[in-house]
């Protein structure tokens, strides 16, 4: 076995998911498991990503706090699959990303958590950091995942589109008749996440009850589509500094009734409405394409409401989710992180120039030696 742990704590701040990949020959999802993210540190961090301030003291705390999470998350995943440290080349932590800035005159993008802790506490190689290798070669820093969909789900008799749904919606676009891209596309989960949390206190929309109660409001859903965002070309990428509470208030700004007027449940509805759309309408330009087929994973997979409407919008697709081809749709992100980390160790190349409009292929991530 060649064990490799991969780890990755999103724009959704819900947690941390842990994917356990064995490279004997192709990726082989072996176990694995899931972490809430702990109240405290979540609402700090949901503070320092509303507005991208804080005290350096309040960064260097929550980065440590992140570092030590990861350790023990890893550690307990361990003793509960009874492994050792020592069966287990390296970790891929992707850390959490506190903002991602690719375009202006000084491009950067901030992932924290403190990866010496991690490699300290867990006695295992830890590699992390993969964005900002491919920003000094030119590129956005993301998405990093599609080279990973590609050596896993690419078809050579099908044209494939991996869909994931986390914070943010992004795309890999797997043709067998041209090189690999992927971009962010839209929002996800994030608005539709942060509306509930506003108005109910619970963190997400379970199943979508909620937003099935409601209606779609169909000028709030034309104004958030013309959003500039989705008219940019790839490559490209976004994050909550776009889509939060505060850009869904500019959109409300734009019409001509106040946003108390719509009743809450259907504003929900109308946010699903748009993540639905926003995606299905950038599909429709591989409409010619023979054997279309539509992976969905992420958060975003399991919400009934969005994989209904990707299935009445996208009638000449078949839509399904990455489950399919026994990847499960929680971890497909940490299981990328996994292969990144394989890819570092091997010294092999791990970001697209196509995707991501980086200068050259490069291996990404810095190692910490245990």
């Not at 169909?218 to 989705?230: D, K, N, R, T, V």
């Not at 106040?258 to 950038?282: C, G, I, M, N, P």
Request: proline share 5%.
């Amino acid at each position: 076995m060649n064990l490799y742990l991969g780890i990755m704590s999103g724009t959704s701040l819900d947690g941390v998911d842990l994917a356990l990949v064995d490279f004997f020959e192709k990726p082989n999802l072996v176990a694995s498991g899931f972490v809430p993210m702990p109240e405290d540190l979540r609402a700090n961090l949901a503070e320092l990503l509303k507005s991208g301030e804080t005290s350096l003291q309040k960064l260097g705390e929550i980065d440590h706090r992140l570092g030590v999470l990861y350790a023990d998350c890893v550690n307990e995943f361990l003793a509960k699959n009874k492994l050792k440290p020592s069966q287990i080349k390296a970790i891929g932590c992707h850390g959490q990303t506190v903002w991602h800035a690719p375009q202006g005159n000084f491009p950067f993008t901030m992932q924290i958590g403190d990866m010496n802790i991690v490699a300290a506490r867990t006695g295992i190689t830890t590699i992390a950091d993969f964005r900002r290798k491919d920003m000094a070669m030119g590129g956005q820093g993301a998405p990093l995942v599609p080279a990973f969909h590609e050596a896993v789900f690419a078809c050579p008799n099908q044209f494939t589109v991996v869909l994931n749904i986390g914070g943010i919606s992004n795309i890999s676009v797997l043709d067998p008749k041209s090189e690999t891209i992927g971009y962010d596309v839209s929002v996800g989960n994030a608005l539709m996440d942060s509306w509930i949390e506003k108005h109910l206190g619970k963190r997400y929309d379970k199943n979508a009850e909620w937003a099935k109660t409601g209606e779609v409001i169909s000028e709030l859903l034309a104004e958030m589509l013309s959003e500039p965002f989705l008219q940019l070309s790839p490559p490209k990428s976004t994050g909550r500094e776009l889509f939060n509470l505060a850009w869904l208030e500019k959109q409300f700004a734009n019409l001509t009734a106040k946003s108390t007027a719509y009743k809450v449940e259907d504003v929900q509805r109308t946010l699903a409405e748009f993540t639905v759309q926003s995606v299905s309408l950038e599909l429709s330009q591989w409409k010619n394409e023979p054997n279309k087929v539509l992976l969905v994973c992420g958060g975003g997979a399991r919400n009934p409401l969005l994989m209904e409407r990707f299935n009445v919008l996208l009638p000449d697709w078949h839509v399904g989710t990455t489950n399919d081809y026994g990847v499960d749709v929680d971890y497909v992100e940490a299981a990328a992180f996994a292969w990144l980390a394989f890819q570092r160790m091997e010294n092999l190349p791990s970001n697209m120039p196509s995707v991501t409009g980086a200068s050259q292929a490069v291996s990404l991530g810095v190692i910490f030696p245990k």
